[in-house]
């Protein structure tokens, strides 16, 4: 189910982010904003598809040391996500139609509890009991057997 949900963040991360970063007039237009610096968006758009698309597509795929990852990939929306709130709660955005930035907070929101909870899963489940421990380090050889090192 948390690799499922994973991959549904990723795919949304991905369409909503690379529309803003493909065709961010679009979505000025849509919003009614005022399309003086629109840069803006595209680079918004980049953070979203790198780190939230393809960043939350690996964690998915490949499960094995990326909790890490996906830890970073939680905080970093968490923190896009309040300051999103911000700007709105503020009213520091010059968009008419209000409704095109609520609905992608409130995604948003619902995306980074369920990151978080995906993050805690997957931490429960390393340490339960009955989980594969990690191998210890092997110890090294003592300086005089190392090959090639006779005398």
């Not at 598809?49 to 939680?74: E, K, Y």
């Not at 008419?96 to 980074?112: L, N, Q, R, S």
């Amino acid at each position: 189910m948390v690799k499922f949900i994973l991959i549904l963040i990723a795919l949304a991360a991905l369409a909503f982010g690379g529309l803003l970063l493909v065709i961010p007039e679009w979505y000025v237009t849509f919003s009614d904003g005022d399309s003086t610096n629109i840069g803006w968006l595209r680079f918004i758009g980049a953070g979203i598809v790198s780190l939230q698309g393809f960043g939350l597509a690996v964690v998915s795929v490949r499960r094995r040391g990326t909790n890490l990852l996906l830890a970073l990939i939680a905080l970093v929306s968490t923190i896009q996500t309040g300051v999103l709130w911000y700007v709105v709660i503020g009213d520091e955005l010059s968009v008419e139609a209000m409704w095109t930035v609520i609905v992608p907070g409130v995604a948003a929101a619902a995306g980074v509890v369920l990151l978080w909870a995906a993050w805690a899963s997957r931490r429960s489940s390393a340490r339960a009991p009955g989980a594969a421990a990690e191998p210890a380090p092997a110890e090294p050889a003592p300086v005089d057997e190392y090959p090639g090192d006779r005398r």
